[in-house]
Structure formats: structure tokens, C-alpha cells
């Protein structure tokens, strides 16, 4: 089993800055893409920004150039770092991992329970 737990979620104002993290344990063999996405009321829940075992990258381009997303593989853990943020960048943001565990060799998706980024004008 994998438990992904997010944490740095809070009330920020606009233009202000936050750091997500979320790190993985459990039964891990290896981790392919780490992600967070994002969901605001009424809303469906959209990518925000994914990183590869290797190190690359992929933006929703709503957040480029003001989201970084970075990941440390010894720790099996991903950060989001916030900048700029918007009043439209609050929702509930939710870690999310491509886990092969030892039990089972095939990639599988794994879901944190989410942390609240609420953002005032």
C-alpha cells in the first residue's frame, strides 16, 4: 500500500508565495511521475504541473512562469512552489504519483487526500 501525504496548503494573499510538498511511503519500488493537480469549487480537477523520474517537466499554462515544480527521489517526494498567486489559483490541490510497488510491478495511480490553497484579493 502507498500513502501519499500533502502538507503547506493555507491562506495567502494575492501575490504572495507557498510551498506544497508531498511525500510517498509505503511498499515503493519506484516512482514514474509525480504531479499536482488542482480542483476549485464546481470546477473539475485539472493538471497543474508533473515532473518525470528524469527530471522533466509539463505546466498547465495558467501557472507557467509562476509554478515550479520539483521533486527529490531519495525522499519520494515532490514540492510545488507558488508564486504570484491568484485569487483563481484557489482550490484544493492533490498530489498524485505513479507508483510501481513491490507487490505490484505495474505503475498504478496514487492519490493524496488534498491540501486547501485559498488565495484573497
Known amino acids: 500500500q502507498v500513502q501519499l501525504v500533502e502538507s503547506g496548503g493555507g491562506l495567502v494573499q494575492a501575490g504572495g508565495s507557498l510551498r506544497l510538498s508531498c511525500a510517498a511511503s509505503?511498499?515503493?519500488?519506484?516512482?514514474?511521475?509525480m504531479g499536482w493537480y488542482r480542483q476549485a469549487p464546481g470546477e473539475q480537477r485539472e493538471l497543474v504541473a508533473s515532473?518525470?523520474?528524469?527530471?522533466?517537466?509539463n505546466y498547465a499554462d495558467s501557472v507557467k512562469g509562476r509554478f515550479a515544480i520539483s521533486r527529490d527521489n531519495a525522499k519520494n517526494t515532490v514540492y510545488l512552489q507558488m508564486t504570484s498567486l491568484k485569487p483563481e489559483d484557489t482550490a484544493v490541490y492533490y498530489c498524485?504519483?505513479?507508483?510501481?510497488?513491490?507487490?505490484?510491478?505495474?505503475?498504478?495511480?496514487?492519490w493524496g487526500e488534498g491540501t486547501l490553497v485559498t488565495v484573497s484579493s
Open positions: 509505503g511498499s515503493i519500488f519506484s516512482i514514474n511521475v
Open positions: 498524485n504519483a505513479e507508483v510501481r510497488t513491490y507487490q505490484v510491478m505495474i505503475g498504478r495511480d496514487y
Open positions: 515532473i518525470r523520474g528524469s527530471g522533466r517537466t
